[in-house]
């Protein structure tokens, strides 16, 4: 059977180790998107919370009600709320991140129109990333439209574009420039002054000078941070399991796969292992681009990935239907399997599709 075994005493490690790197004033956000980075929401945000986590965070609404429904009673960030899904997100206690006029105007008559005052909101610029958030001209705007007896303004952020790259990055000098005025405005002008925070995981490691007021993690909560030297200092938490479901003995000359993907060019043994796309191995694992553990050995992915297969060459490892083979773990981590696939440990976490059970390991 597949297995997408969590160990979550390593969260704890985790999650320590980050501790210890923060001022005491700095909070800690954990960051539980996209099911936790695939591993299981509500059982990660639980741990994060009795861990002493000040909040959590979300993509979003859906998730943040998930987490609501399961009795988690932190305070919840929404990062990218939809218009459509801003009622239920008020029946949630949940506290949107307002990033555009538009969004910021339609939550407002919401709450107006349910007589809500002081609800706690958070307001996101863009600095440089383009993804969502208010321009540096708006903040005038924004500066009027927060002191409106509906709002409680908690929290004032951006995100940088390369926080793991290596200083000095011009990019993230510009960002943390235009971030150091946008907080300067926000400060002279408002009489509850909001908290401020800028870094996500590979930025606690790489500026330490500005956490500010909270920092925002996330994949060094599973154990990565974009540079292997601090990815040394957390653990993996996930573990991807399969097991061979039979071997073939195939012949020099003949094909396996789709589109005879790979040809034998001698006598081999092939180990066919139920995964495939379905289940988050996408293509360009495919073609002895990527391999996997089995006894200590790596095996190298041959032919095409499959839907709901993929197959090995095993010729040199001694093995048998039945056996247990690692995609990742620990000593091969998904950040490792991740890049010889061509992508991130972020991906490859994230894709891990639902038909394989998540086994926690308290
Ligand atoms: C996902 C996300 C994070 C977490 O980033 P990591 O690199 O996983 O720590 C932080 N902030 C925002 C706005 C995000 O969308």
């Known amino acids: ?85 801003l009622q239920s997100l008020l029946h949630a206690d949940l506290e949107p991140c307002l ?26 610029y863009n600095t440089g990333l383009h993804r969502v958030g208010f321009a540096l ?11 409106a007896p509906c709002f409680q303004l908690k929290t004032v952020y951006s995100h940088l574009a390369a926080s793991e790259e290596k200083r000095p990055s011009s990019q993230c000098d510009l960002q943390i420039q235009r971030f150091q005025h946008i907080r ?13 925070h800028l870094l996500n995981s590979s930025g606690v490691f790489n500026y330490p000078e500005l956490q500010f007021d909270a920092v925002r993690c996330g994949i060094a909560l599973h154990g990565f941070a974009n540079r292997p030297e601090w990815d040394q200092q957390l653990k993996p938490i ?42 988050g191995i996408g293509r360009h694992y495919g073609n002895q681009r990527s391999s996997v553990q089995i006894h200590g050995n790596q095996a190298p992915v041959v032919g095409n990935v499959c839907m709901d297969m993929l197959m090995v060459d095993v010729t040199e490892i001694q093995c048998k239907e039945g056996d247990r083979v690692l995609l990742f773990g620990k000593d091969y981590t998904a950040s490792d399997f991740a890049s010889q696939g061509g992508t991130i440990s972020y991906e490859i976490l994230t894709a891990i599709g639902p038909r394989i059970k998540r086994i926690l390991h308290p």
């Open 1 to 85: 059977m597949n297995a997408l075994h969590l160990y979550l005493q390593n969260l704890d490690h985790n999650y320590r180790y980050i501790r210890k790197h923060l001022q005491p004033s700095t909070q800690c956000i954990g960051v539980v998107k996209a099911a936790a980075y695939g591993s299981h929401s509500i059982a990660f945000a639980k741990r994060l919370v009795e861990l002493g986590i000040d909040s959590l965070a979300v993509a979003y609404t859906e998730e943040g009600v998930q987490l609501r429904e399961s009795g988690i009673l932190t305070p919840i960030m929404v990062f990218y709320p939809q218009k459509d899904t």
């Open 99 to 124: 990033y555009s006029k538009e969004l910021m105007e339609t939550f407002e008559s919401l709450l107006n129109q349910n007589g809500i005052q002081n609800y706690p909101i958070h307001i996101k």
């Open 137 to 147: 001209e708006e903040i005038n705007w924004v500066l009027d439209k927060i002191v």
């Open 184 to 196: 300067e405005q926000h400060s002279h002008s408002n009489k509850n002054l909001p908290k401020f």
């Open 238 to 279: 996930a573990e991807l399991e399969t097991h061979i479901s039979q071997i073939h003995e195939v012949h020099e000359g003949e094909s396996v796969g789709y589109d005879q993907g790979w040809k034998a060019s001698k006598n081999s043994r092939i180990a066919c292992l139920p995964l495939g796309h379905a289940d």
